[in-house]
């Protein structure tokens, strides 16, 4: 398994937020990403989940509430990949498809995407 310390891939993970374009971002609400080691031990291979209401399924009633939770599991990524650069890359679409989720993209759609 490649080694790279948390905070490098937290680096990683920064990077990858900072490549989303800014007409993106801009309509990101009320979401915060997370880094941590590993996932539940029920879904050890899992790379990253997204916990919150998507944008398409808030109304009038949301307000007040703890902002949704992106988390990009570390230990996972490096598991399946073999060279730094396919981390980075990793990374880079694991971000990406939790954002989709963000905005309620599904995984059958992202999955048809290539994420």
Known sequence: ?????????EELVAEALDGIPPEITRLMDNVAVFVEDEPEPEDPELLGRYEGIPLTERGEWYSGVLPDRITIYRLPTLRICETYDEVVEEVRTTVVHEIAHHFGIDDERLHELGY
């Open 1 to 9: 398994m490649l080694e790279i310390p948390p905070e490098e891939f």
